[in-house]
């Protein structure tokens, strides 16, 4: 791996990213190259600009939806207080437009964070060796929308806008999340779409007898794959812990699955619904429930993906824990009582 002029000093890195569990999981990485030193960490993009000043390191990994200060305006401002600092994107944002207004501005590379699990090593080497990377999944797409005559550096700056469809429904009975998510998945495949639903066992079973119920061919969408059903205890043990959701498995496993279903589809959009967080949150693990929230709000930035999230809830709940209740509506682009 690269290293700095002075081949016996460590290449010193400053992380950015807003969600404090990502930073501890991208750190944890890091750690597996001795080489490799973490001298600082920022939560916002102001607070980056202030580090990088301060800390001048080799290497910094940035996010792009920063509060304050978003990525690519902090990564402007790091050009001209650290010039000798690299910089490497690593973000859920996936638009060919962001990616490209990235690389505009010198950064030497560009990572999602559905495939940092696998690639953000190889991503550090080649930037450390000279090298520009650009995730996988990105590099085709990014390549078919920029020109011969429209290098990276030469592209007009742009505005990054970030949009989402991630809707929590809280309903008052369990009878009422089933008629929500019934008409959501009518909706998706009436459309064209993939929907993938994550449900106990008996929820998958009265959901199909609703869906029959509203002439809906779901054996069709199941035989075409367009209907997808998990187990919803079965999937959280795929990237579940010590009780906390592992936001790397999580965004490898589930991102995954959404290019899984997408793959030959006439109509590559895809719709997910569940209540899978409020397991958690019925568990007493509510900040759990929070941290999975964000990250399939992460999946809705990142896929072409909508998300309908439902919560059986009473009112004496909510108020009860309404720490919990505010940190789940932040999570999500709609909310939405019955």
Not at 39 to 49: C, I
Not at 236 to 254: A, E, G, Y
Not at 288 to 307: G, R, S
Request: hydrophobic share 45%.
């Amino acid at each position: 791996m690269g290293k700095n002029p002075d081949t016996s000093a460590p290449v010193r890195l400053l992380l950015v990213d807003d969600f404090a569990p990502f930073r501890q999981v991208i750190h944890s990485m890091l750690k597996k190259r001795p080489e490799l030193q973490v001298v600082g960490e920022a939560s916002d993009g102001l607070e980056a600009v202030q580090k990088a000043e301060e800390l001048q390191p080799d290497l910094i990994l940035l996010d792009i939806g920063l509060p304050k200060q978003n990525g690519i305006e902090a990564a402007r401002r790091i050009r001209k207080v650290a010039p000798e600092c690299k910089i490497l994107f690593v973000s859920q944002e996936s638009s060919a437009e962001v990616v490209q207004e990235a690389l505009s501005l010198g950064a030497a590379g560009y990572v999602l964070k559905a495939q940092a699990g696998s690639e953000l090593l190889v991503a550090v080497e080649a930037v450390l060796q000279g090298k520009q990377f650009v995730s996988t999944r990105l590099a085709s797409h990014l390549l078919a929308n920029v020109t011969d005559d429209q290098a990276p550096d030469l592209l007009p700056p742009r505005s990054v806008r970030i949009s989402r469809q991630h809707q929590v429904h809280f309903y008052s009975d369990d009878a009422l999340l089933l008629d929500g998510f019934t008409d959501f998945i009518e909706s998706a495949l009436k459309a064209g779409d993939t929907v993938i639903v994550v449900a106990t066992e008996s929820h998958q079973k009265s959901l199909l007898q609703g869906l029959q119920a509203h002439d809906v061919d779901t054996a069709a969408a199941i035989q075409e794959g367009r209907y997808l059903p998990f187990d919803v205890a079965e999937l959280l043990s795929k990237f579940t812990v010590t009780d906390l959701p592992d936001p790397v498995r999580f965004l490898k496993i589930v991102g995954d699955l959404i290019v899984a279903a997408t793959k030959g589809a006439k109509h590559p959009r895809v719709a997910a619904c569940g209540a899978y967080a409020p397991i958690m949150w019925a568990q007493g693990k509510g900040d759990a429930a929070i941290l999975l929230e964000h990250l399939w709000d992460e999946i809705a930035k990142t896929y072409e993906v909508d998300i309908l999230c439902g919560y059986v809830l009473t009112r004496f709940q909510r108020e009860q824990e309404s720490r919990i209740y505010e940190r789940i509506c932040a999570e999500h682009s709609a909310v939405l009582s019955q």
